[in-house]
């Protein structure tokens, strides 16, 4: 072999050592949704968990007859809704089957959506509810709600656009924070309502899309139980 020929292999074997070693420029990750801000994002200066919990403060300061989570047509999607991002609220059933909801938002606008969810609020009703010896509050609440999450396959589509690794997008409190729940929610929603501030923990999916286009857009979730049960939400949106 002539020593042209030892150098030509031995260049390619560095291109082809070089490019086994880089990643490929294709293969954009797990967080590659471009519809979506990214897991760990700040968008408006707060994280995502933080939004988390401020859309669960939301949801529980409105009274059952105008609270967007049991609107079975979405006429409720805009009530309190304030600041950049939009919250969808989820629809208050975990039955099999589909539902739908239509809402109209503004322009410009982040949109939330709530997928699924446990807040944990404390204290309740039953004395034993409370943290062990040694446990702090905010580790026995995040325990608590753990205890309540079956949710086995979560799928998120926006136009038919597959948000991908759908459950990586599980959030949990960093902190534990305060909620105020509206009387008439604790029969529907969480018996443990107090009706003053309360200490909560939040556990759940929440997706935070980019402001969308104006016009007509559809987001549907659907989720599967660890039981089996699937159920699915579809959001007709319109953007103005």
């Known amino acids: 072999m002539n020593k042209l020929m030892c150098a030509l292999l031995a260049a390619c074997s560095v291109v082809a050592a070089a490019q086994a070693t880089q990643p490929d420029p294709f293969d954009f990750g797990r967080d590659f949704n471009p519809m979506l801000y990214p897991k760990d994002a700040r968008p408006f200066d707060k994280s995502i968990y933080g939004w988390g919990d401020a859309s669960v403060q939301w949801l529980y300061a409105q009274p059952f007859d105008k609270n967007p989570f049991f609107d079975a047509t979405g006429a409720n999607c805009g009530v309190a809704q304030q600041g950049p991002v939009w919250f969808l609220a989820p629809i208050a059933s975990m039955a099999a089957g589909s539902f739908t909801r239509a ?138």
């Not at 609440?141 to 799928?155: F, H, I, Q």
Request: some cysteine.
């Open 103 to 240: 809402c109209t938002i503004p322009r410009g606008k982040a949109i939330l959506l709530i997928a699924q969810f446990v807040s944990d609020t404390y204290p309740c009703p039953d004395p034993a509810f409370t943290p062990p010896a040694g446990m702090s509050l905010y580790d026995f609440l995040v325990a608590d709600s753990e205890t309540y999450l079956m949710t086995k396959k979560l799928d998120i589509t926006l136009d038919g656009r597959p948000v991908r690794n759908a459950l990586d997008y599980h959030y949990i409190s960093e902190n534990v924070f305060s909620l105020k729940g509206d009387p008439s929610l604790q029969a529907p929603l969480d018996p443990c309502i107090t009706t003053n501030w309360q200490p909560v923990v939040a556990n759940g999916w929440y997706f935070m899309f980019r402001p969308l286009s104006p016009g007509m857009h559809t987001i549907v979730r659907k989720t599967t139980s660890t039981m089996g049960t699937t159920n699915t939400f579809t959001y007709y949106l319109t953007i103005k």
